[in-house]
């Protein structure tokens, strides 16, 4: 029997779950104290914010240091609800929770451009403008004064919830959030997450839009510190500006990354033990915050993965994880598209040229592709192969010259959209998803085909799960087809160098791309695997889609192609069969050399 | 010199620690415990150190001469971090964990109106030695029955001295200047009420400034083009010293105050007598103002000797008489230490404990200017307007303004 | 107004001397390690309190006070490593463990670092100066134009400058790369350690003061554009200033003002505003 939601869920996690709530459910029956149950209050939606700024950290790579800011937005948000307008916490909550994903999306939008430390400064920023201006704006914030009277939450008898009941309110939240957060990232969210942080540009080629997908992560990490934020006014009662500082901001990071960023339970354990330790260590006041900075160290020195993360590390753990089942690959798995052949080039490039600075890579190239045949690319280093490569998938626009794809001229498309439009590529130094396994790297592939949405995999419904499985199968058939079945569940990184460009020109496959660019696919790569190499590339062509492969083997080159164009400085210098390019002196001349393939560094 | 200090400080603490767990196991029953919550890091830490210097010393008095019923009496000490959170969780625990009779804290403002709530809604008595917002009293002093008590200044007596002076002198054209932190908003908006009401005109400001700003020459240059004749400023000794500074560079030669902030020996020690020379400021205490005042002084100076010079005297003589207050009502009301695990007894205790702090009355050995009954139904301020002046400095030294 | 902009100018270069200072150093780190040391400022504050061991308890000169504070810095930052996102963890860490130590040794009040140069009140025009606060300006830029001289023209700083653009091609020159990286902490915590005695004559020497001295020249880094260290002399001086400016509006906006023009610089180039515009060899 399935349920049309949680799918997926196993016993054991249902056990799991329930487990949990008996302990959420028993703790302020035991810590009866209203001490001890404030700070379990406190611990409950301080994980929350972590958990949050763990999708956005961890699985997306990207850096906040001014989550204090979206939490200030909440609890002021539902604090002034409250207080000002007299509106019951179950209302005002969900508008706080509300306005602050809405905040995160509007700083998210114009900033996340930005990467790395300009990032971070983008969120610093942030972070003390919310400081700053709930200082100084009194009208609104009051300032350091503050908002006082905050009310607790009433129950439908009137009666205001006790401590025990807020705390089962937060807690009973808090583990939804976890189980929520589960279900995105056991799913193709949180895949597509860690494949845009392993590779941005990979990840475009098989049509992720990673803009709105970084978009995506910092309003979801937004929405949880909302959610803190309000959970947080109304336990105080009483908030001010002075709590809204950068140190916050940090110490959430912090939590996250003493937990184990990137992984499931990691942002639980880390901020339960940092959020404890002030409290445990209170008596000590002399010298508690030595204790707080000096097991921060501690963690890091040896336990660089933070504590989860590298507890997963262990080869015990590892041992006892279970191995994942194994998959039948769907028979007809393998489809590619039959790309149309009514006379018109696939793609065409038009007196195409691109300058970077004062060099000139590309200069009024003129290349027609034909469909359904293989179509090599060759040139000495530097003469702008991977320039056109690049030019033609949209991830640098021409500066002058135009591109034409089925005789229909394109205007400035980004690599995710040329990716949608049914072209993709495979990269020159091979582009990999960080830790993802292989059969996820293809399922990455298959991001366009994949019809279940955030949604639909937030609460695991039957649809979704049908459907990951079915692609499951079918990304077997691409990986037996490339001959790199047999490791479909290793770290892709584990793969040797031969068997990972396999591997692209799986995930690309996946796309079923009509055009699909091949940039030197057999660098490094040692006899066998060029062998095994050549068949895919005429499998696909009999297939019925067009390829065009750069590459420096000649051998190779001149096997397969059915028209060979050479480019040199920047300029086609000749074009045609590959006895017809062998013999021409100017292409000999360009090579100084007549047939020996340049050894690729 | 605090380098030569710490090695020493650092054994105390240590030896002190000890001897406290220590203590804590030799006893029989649970002894009688007050709570301090106070900044003893963060913005507000160095009032908080000083505020723990007469918090110490206060039960190290009562206890050698044989504390209560014989037993020492136990300070339960935490640090705010100048956190309100972090005020709440440890008024809360000191009020529902360590079963305290009584708290003594906080030094911060923002802290303050974060926790009296608290103490309040618990029926326990909070006594504030430092904080100075107008509001820590005013919140619950309607109340029958407030558990919110202070010694210390406040904001609105503090200003008013600086709005006597002003009519005595004549000012005309006041120049305003205040920090952004809780303390100096407030104290913003209640010198902009009394001055309204003193019927005094503004010419200039309010002008805010952050606490760690080294450079005023902005907001002085407004009050320059403002004509001012006299300013004045919330800020702390920092500030104060760097306003100090910015007006030499803007060229602006007129008298000003700041509140108690400016009594701080930091003071002079950051301006140096000459840069400070005719800056006026609050001050409840003077080490010599009494026989008290100048034993204690004495004491203090033993007692902290590796720090001698470096303390702040009025927070650490105002937090030593708010806990000797405390100390004595645990006296007067006299309660059964046996007894306190019982829950109601407790509560009954805690209760009667504020009504003997509100009815002192032969409190003779202050050090600060309270009276022998400092508090009443009515007013919970010990320190009023006749517990403080208007002082300038003057060759390093304090005097009465005239 | 005219007397009020030139006095904004003045006061306002005094103070971004110093964001351009600590912002080489933050410049020195991210080029050859790609993390950003983020106790940029505390390094700042122990070079100041140490300056003030120096001068003043030990009545140094003030010259060796600044050399001492660096060599002591120079000393100290051994123990970093720069993996991925651990540098905010660790920088994180060390923060807190320098602040309490520096409380613990020298106390939590501010401590007068007197000025080598006196206190008197130098008038350019109708606005006024302090000399320290001169020294400040062309001690800073001066400090700045030597790194980047030394990071162009001497062997060594040509090495660190190697291991910034290709790791693994300068580890095969046979340059040693671990060697490098520590030399680059070393060198951005003495910028910083220098920094911390410059001003302190003018801001106090006191546990708490690096950190909004740093988090304000990383903003300057940023504005300027974190590859380009001209770009970041002016990004510094140009934060000192614009606050100085907008004080003169409405001091409310003094505090935010940095922080508003950092996000609307990067909405609209992402890389800084002379910043390398990102081209990402494919």
């Keep these: 029997m399935r349920l049309p939601v949680f799918a997926h869920t196993a016993p054991r996690d249902w056990i799991r779950f329930l487990v949990a709530a008996a302990v959420v459910l028993a703790l302020p029956l035991v810590f009866h104290d209203p001490f001890f149950i404030l700070v379990l209050q406190s611990l409950a939606y301080l994980f929350i914010v972590a958990l949050g700024l763990d999708i956005l950290v961890g699985w997306t790579g990207q850096i906040s240091l001014g989550h204090a800011g979206l939490y200030a937005i909440g609890a002021y948000t539902s604090a002034l609800l409250a207080t000002r307008a007299g509106w019951p916490f179950w209302i005002s909550a969900p508008i706080g929770v509300v306005v602050a994903g809405v905040a995160g ?73 976890q189980l929520l957060a589960n279900n995105l990232l056991g799913s193709r969210v949180g895949r597509t997450l860690l494949a845009l942080r392993g590779s941005e540009i990979a990840a475009q080629s098989v049509g992720v839009n990673v803009y709105r997908w970084k978009v995506l992560a910092f309003v979801i990490s937004s929405v949880y510190a909302g959610l803190g934020g309000v959970f947080f006014a109304h336990q105080n009662g009483f908030i001010n500006s002075d709590t809204f500082v950068f140190a916050l901001s940090v110490s959430f990071l912090t939590s996250v990354l003493m937990g184990g960023s990137g992984t499931l339970y990691g942002p639980l354990v880390g901020s339960v033990i940092l959020n404890l330790i002030p409290t445990v260590f209170a008596r000590l006041h002399e010298y508690h915050l030595y204790i707080y900075g000096g097991i921060i160290l501690v963690t890091i020195i040896f336990l660089p993965d933070g504590i989860v993360g590298s507890l997963l590390k262990l080869p015990v753990v590892r041992r006892w994880r279970r191995p994942p089942a194994r998959i039948e690959p769907e028979p007809g798995g393998l489809a590619f598209h039959q790309a149309r052949d009514d006379g018109q080039p696939v793609i065409e490039a038009s007196n195409l040229t691109r300058d970077f600075g004062g060099i000139r890579a590309l200069n009024r190239v003129n290349i027609a592709v034909r469909p359904r045949i293989v179509h090599g690319l060759i040139g000495p280093n530097g003469s702008g192969k991977s320039t056109l490569v690049n030019v033609l998938t949209g991830l640098y626009p021409p500066s002058s010259g135009e591109v034409r794809l089925q005789g229909g001229v394109l205007g400035r498309v980004r690599p995710h959209q040329m990716a949608k439009l049914g072209i993709t590529r495979t990269f020159q130094s091979i582009r990999l998803f960080g830790e993802l ?134 300029e086609k210098i000749a074009e045609g069969t590959t006895a017809e390019i062998q013999g021409n002196p100017k292409v000999i001349e360009a090579y100084l050399g007549t047939g020996l393939e340049a050894a690729h560094a | ?50 505020a723990l210097m007469g918090f110490k010393l206060a039960l190290k008095e009562y206890n050698a001469k044989g504390g209560y019923k014989g037993q020492p009496v136990e300070g ?117 009420r009394l001055l309204k009401e003193a019927n005094v005109n503004i010419a200039a400001g309010p002008e805010v400034f952050d606490q760690n700003d080294t450079d005023m020459t902005q907001q002085l240059t407004k009050m320059k083009d403002g004509n001012v004749d006299f300013i004045i400023s919330y800020s702390l000794a920092p500030a104060g010293v760097q306003i100090a500074k910015s007006m030499q560079k803007v060229g602006v030669k007129v008298p000003w105050t700041s509140t108690w902030a400016l009594i701080a020996p930091n003071f002079l020690k950051l301006g140096g007598k000459d840069l400070i020379e005719g800056i006026m400021t609050v001050t409840s205490y003077t080490i010599d103002h009494s026989e008290n005042a100048k034993k204690f ?25 708010a806990t000797r207050l405390v100390l004595r009502a645990l006296d007067k009301v006299g309660p059964d230490p046996t007894r306190l695990e019982d829950r109601a007894y407790l509560k009954e205790v805690r209760r009667q404990m504020r009504d003997a702090v509100e009815g002192i009355d032969d409190f003779t050995q202050a050090v600060t200017k309270m009276k022998p009954r400092p508090f009443s139904a009515d007013n919970h301020e010990s320190l009023g307007r006749d517990s403080g002046f208007l002082a300038v400095w003057h060759n390093g030294k304090l005097v009465r303004a005239e | 107004m005219l007397v009020k902009l030139w006095q904004a100018l003045l006061s306002g270069l005094s103070v971004g001397s110093v964001y351009a200072l600590i912002a080489q150093g933050y410049y020195v780190t991210f080029i050859t390690t790609g993390a950003l040391n983020f106790g940029q400022g505390d390094f700042l504050m122990i070079g100041a309190l140490f300056g003030v061991t120096c001068y003043v308890t030990l009545g140094l000169p003030y010259a060796i006070a600044i050399v001492g504070a660096v060599a002591l810095l120079a000393i100290r930052t051994t123990l970093r490593h720069a993996l991925s996102l651990s540098w905010v963890l660790s920088t994180v860490a060390v923060s807190i463990i320098l602040k309490n130590a520096a409380v613990q040794i020298w106390g939590p009040e501010q401590i007068k670092f007197p000025s080598p140069f006196g206190d008197k009140v130098i008038h350019i025009g109708p606005a006024g100066i302090f000399p320290q606060e001169l020294f400040i300006i062309f001690g800073s830029i001066g400090t700045v134009l030597l790194v980047q001289f030394f990071l162009k023209r001497a062997v060594l700083g040509k090495a660190l400058t190697a291991v910034a653009y290709n790791r693994k091609a300068a580890a095969v020159m046979g340059i040693n790369v671990q060697r490098m990286v520590v030399l680059a902490f070393v060198l951005s915590s003495a910028l910083a350690g220098l920094g911390g005695v410059l001003i302190a004559p003018i801001t106090f020497a006191w546990a708490y003061m690096g950190t909004v001295p740093g988090i304000k020249a990383f903003a300057a880094a940023i504005i300027g554009g974190l590859e380009n260290p001209i770009g970041i002399l002016i990004g510094g001086l140009a934060v000192g200033v614009l ?40």
Excluded at chain 2, 5 to 24: E, N, Y
Excluded at chain 2, 93 to 119: E, F, K, Q
């Design chain 1, 105 to 177: 999306a509007l700083l998210a939008i114009p900033s996340l451009r930005a990467k790395g430390p300009y990032l971070a400064m983008v969120t610093l920023a942030f972070g003390f403008m919310i400081e700053v201006t709930s200082n100084r704006w009194q009208g609104l914030t009051n300032g350091p004064m503050g908002i006082s009277a905050i009310p607790a939450p009433t129950l439908p008898d009137g009666e205001e919830m006790s401590p025990a009941q807020y705390f089962w309110l937060i807690a009973g939240v808090a583990l939804l959030c």
């Design chain 1, 437 to 570: 396994s292989v059969l996820d790297h293809v399922m990455v592939g298959y991001h366009l085909h994949l019809r279940a949405g955030i949604w639909r995999h937030l609460l695991q419904t039957t649809g979704a799960v049908d459907e990951e499985q079915l692609f499951r199968r079918k990304a077997m058939a691409l990986l037996q087809f490339v001959g790199i079945a047999e490791r479909a569940h290793e770290p892709a990184h584990n793969l040797p160098y031969g068997q990972q460009r396999l591997l692209e020109i799986a995930r690309a496959l996946a796309l079923q791309p009509r055009l699909l660019l091949l940039d030197e696919p057999a660098a490094g790569v040692n006899p066998t695997e060029m062998q095994r190499l050549v068949k895919i590339i005429q499998d696909i062509r009999n297939g019925g889609v067009t390829q065009v492969v750069i590459e420096h083997h000649m051998d190779l080159i001149m096997g397969i192609s059915d028209v060979v164009s050479v480019l040199d400085f920047g």
């Design chain 2, 1 to 50: 010199m605090r380098a030569r200090g710490w090695p020493r400080h650092a054994a105390c603490s240590l030896i002190a620690g000890l001897g406290l767990i220590a203590a804590s196991c030799a006893l029989a029953a649970d002894p009688i415990k007050i709570g301090f919550s106070v900044s003893l890091t963060g913005g507000t830490d160095d009032y908080g150190k000083a």
């Design chain 2, 76 to 192: 339960v000490i935490y640090d705010d971090e100048t956190k309100p959170a972090k005020g709440v969780e440890n008024v809360t625990r000191l009020i529902t964990r360590d079963n305290v009779l009584a708290i003594v804290g906080p030094v911060n403002s923002g802290v303050a109106l974060a926790i009296i709530d608290i103490a309040q809604k618990q029926q326990v008595t909070l006594m504030d030695p430092i904080a100075t917002a107008e509001d820590i009293i005013k919140r619950y002093a309607k109340e029958p029955k407030s558990y919110i008590f202070r010694v210390s200044l406040n904001d609105g007596i503090q200003t008013s001295f600086m709005v006597d002076y002003i009519q005595k002198k004549g000012y005309k054209r006041i120049g305003l200047m205040h920090d952004s932190t809780g303390w100096g908003q407030s104290g913003r908006d209640t010198a902009l």
């Design chain 2, 297 to 321: 002084h004495a004491v203090v100076e033993r007692e902290y000797a590796a720090d001698a010079g470096d303390f702040h005297p009025v927070a650490t003589a105002q937090t030593y008489d």
């Design chain 3, 243 to 282: 606050e100085q400016f907008f004080g003169i509006i409405n001091s409310n906006l003094k505090e935010g003002i940095t922080f508003l023009f950092v996000l609307l610089i990067l909405a609209v180039r992402p890389t800084g505003l002379m910043g390398r515009k990102e081209i990402e060899k494919v």
